[in-house]
């Protein structure tokens, strides 16, 4: 009969489609099952650490040099500690601070008010200029002052007074060659009264 297909056909048409489908089915499924499994896709973070450095540059001191201390005598004078005294030695040599400066070199002595303490030298054939920072040691009183003079050969004098705290500088020509005398006198007490770094030049 026209238009009629034969039963065995059929079914193997149906059985072939059935197969197809769940081949499809499965495949579908196992890939969606892999999508559902896998979960949703984890963003991945990427942590870069910037380190920034800075260079400062530190100038390195010009020199080795230290300058003196204000009122320091300038050039480079024969020590008075090179001469001997003439008679007796009334001036020690030690580091002592003055108005708040440290010095190595310090000619002094405790000095009262009733009588100058003297000390007497020859300056050498070809010094003839005495100088030297004067001033009280530190310890004395605020209003203590102290009397420095240089005397020549010829009893001319060079003096001067110092409040403590405070220093000056004392110059006398007393003569190449010559004798001269240093002497000190305090005013309010016994203070140690300090010549810093006395020298002689030409």
């Given at each position: 009969?026209a ?6 056909v059929?079914?193997a048409?149906?059985a072939t489609?059935a197969?197809?489908?769940g081949?499809l089915i499965t ?8 999508l559902?499994?896998?979960?949703p896709a984890?963003p991945?973070t990427?942590?870069?650490t910037v380190?920034q450095t ?11 040099t230290?300058k003196?201390?204000a ?7 024969l020590?008075l500690r090179?001469l001997p005294a003439q008679?007796?030695?009334?001036f ?5 601070t003055?108005?708040?400066v ?7 002595a405790?000095?009262?008010?009733s009588?100058y303490?003297?000390e007497?030298y ?7 200029t005495?100088?030297?920072v004067?001033?009280?040691v530190?310890?004395?009183?605020p209003?203590s002052?102290?009397?420095?003079v ?9 003096e001067k007074?110092v409040?403590a705290?405070?220093?000056e500088t ?8 010559q004798?001269f005398?240093?002497?000190v ?5 016994e ?12």
């Amino acid at each position: 009969m026209a238009g009629k297909r034969d039963p065995s056909v059929v079914v193997a048409i149906w059985a072939t489609v059935a197969a197809i489908g769940g081949a499809l089915i499965t495949t579908g499924g196992g890939l969606l099952s892999g999508l559902l499994s896998a979960g949703p896709a984890t963003p991945k973070t990427v942590v870069s650490t910037v380190i920034q450095t800075e260079t400062v540059t530190v100038p390195a001191p010009a020199g080795s040099t230290t300058k003196p201390p204000a009122g320091a005598p300038a050039g480079k004078g024969l020590s008075l500690r090179e001469l001997p005294a003439q008679g007796a030695r009334v001036f020690t040599y030690s580091p002592q601070t003055v108005a708040g400066v440290r010095y190595e070199t310090v000619l002094g002595a405790p000095a009262n008010r009733s009588t100058y303490r003297r000390e007497s030298y020859i300056a050498p054939a070809d010094k003839g200029t005495f100088r030297a920072v004067i001033g009280l040691v530190d310890g004395a009183p605020p209003d203590s002052t102290g009397t420095f003079v240089v005397t020549d050969a010829k009893n001319r004098k060079v003096e001067k007074t110092v409040l403590a705290g405070k220093t000056e500088t004392i110059e006398a020509v007393v003569g190449k060659g010559q004798q001269f005398s240093i002497s000190v006198l305090s005013h309010t007490g016994e203070n140690t009264l300090a010549w810093v770094n006395p020298v002689l030049d030409e």
